[in-house]
T-cell receptor, first 117, second 112 residues
Framework: GAVVSQHPSWVICKSGTSVKIECRSL??????MFWYRQFPKKSLMLMAT?????????EQGVEKDKFLINHASLTLSTLTVTSAHPEDSSFYIC?????????????FGPGTRLTVL | KQEVTQIPAALSVPEGENLVLNCSFT??????LQWFRQDPGKGLTSLLL?????REQTSGRLNASLDKSSGRSTLYIAASQPGDSATYLC???????????FGSGTRLLVRP
């Protein structure tokens, strides 16, 4: 299957700092990528849709000024958690749809575990 | 608003058993349905994708079926192995976007 990478795989930061997470589609181009958040033993919650060349679309209740998304190229989207607080500690996962033969299938990155002290 | 439900929430079986995981969705106007596997602390691995026009897909010991009209999908795992222990998630996409709507998952434990 297609490969989506995330960097870093884990990060620990102090409260008040900003953290950037990268999501890359390694072997296909993605004009759209998605960012999810997952709490322990819970399912994935869609945060926002990252759109190459335009603004991200945020889900209801997600602060766009808190979670900055930039889709810099057809293979890279970044999520920046600004002024991080302990309640932002979570597992963040990105995905990208690959369209082949008229079928779109979502491929996920390995996730980034963020711990805010 | 699309809602996806998975039953059971957790399942523990002895090795070798065949098992069925259930997924239901409230809006039958889906584009496709995917089953994923997630190991603890890891990302998601796509297992099977069923397009809305299909009724089932098979990969190895896995078989997924889709009944769009009733809003149901099942994932059948044959001859379960301890390595199958993971959380299994189903998700659907609507016809107007690539957004995936996830169920809450089924945590599977296959005991040796």
């Amino acid at each position: 299957g297609a490969v989506v990478s995330q960097h870093p795989s884990w990060v620990i930061c102090k409260s008040g700092t900003s953290v950037k997470i990268e999501c890359r589609s390694l072997d296909f181009q993605a004009t759209t990528m998605f960012w999810y958040r997952q709490f322990p033993k819970k399912s994935l919650m869609l945060m926002a849709t990252s759109n190459e060349g335009s603004k991200a679309t945020y889900e209801q209740g997600v602060e766009k000024d808190k979670f900055l998304i930039n889709h810099a190229s057809l293979t890279l989207s970044t999520l920046t958690v600004t002024s991080a607080h302990p309640e932002d500690s979570s597992f963040y996962i990105c995905s990208a749809p690959r369209i082949a033969g008229g079928i779109d299938e979502q491929f996920f990155g390995p996730g980034t575990r963020l711990t805010v002290l | 608003k699309q809602e996806v439900t998975q039953i059971p929430a957790a399942l523990s079986v002895p090795e070798g058993e065949n098992l069925v995981l259930n997924c239901s969705f409230t809006d039958s106007a889906i584009y496709n349905l995917q089953w994923f596997r997630q190991d603890p602390g890891k990302g998601l691995t796509s297992l099977l994708l069923i397009q809305s026009s299909q009724r089932e897909q098979t990969s190895g010991r896995l078989n997924a079926s889709l009944d769009k009209s009733s809003g149901r999908s099942t994932l059948y795992i044959a001859a379960s192995q301890p390595g199958d222990s993971a959380t299994y998630l189903c998700a659907v996409t609507g016809s107007s976007s690539y957004k995936l709507i996830f169920g809450s998952g089924t945590r599977l434990l296959v005991r040796p």
